[in-house]
């Protein structure tokens, strides 16, 4: 069964980094789109980054310049590296992969900024 296993959340103060990790478990076939979403307390989920099989990327303004999204394709597992957070970033974020037409969404993992 094929599985996503997320890592990397955490509390960190303002202008702190964190790298986020997610791994596709299970021996699974062609994975397509990879990305990473987040939810706020109060708000809709929503995108921070995508990164395409051919390792196009696209990133939410908010983040932008301050995220960096990047896969291994060897390993099945997908990254955010997050830089100058910010108290606005705190959220938990969600690791979503497309594995041909399916769709798989990670349990989470809680980022937490403090100013």
């Known amino acids: 069964q094929v599985q996503l296993v997320e890592s990397g959340g955490g509390l960190v103060q303002a202008g702190g980094s964190l790298r986020l990790s997610c791994a596709v478990s299970g021996s699974p076939s062609r994975i397509n789109t990879m990305g990473w979403y987040r939810q706020a307390p109060g708000k809709q989920r929503e995108l921070v980054a995508v990164i395409s099989s051919s390792d196009t990327t696209n990133v939410a303004d908010s983040v932008k310049g301050r995220f960096t999204i990047s896969r291994d394709n060897a390993k099945n597992t997908v990254y955010l590296q997050m830089n100058d957070l910010k108290p606005e970033d705190t959220a938990v974020y969600y690791c979503?992969?497309?594995?041909?037409?399916?769709?798989?969404w990670g349990k989470g993992t809680q980022v937490t900024v403090s100013s």
């Open positions: 979503n992969v497309a594995v041909l037409i399916v769709t798989l």
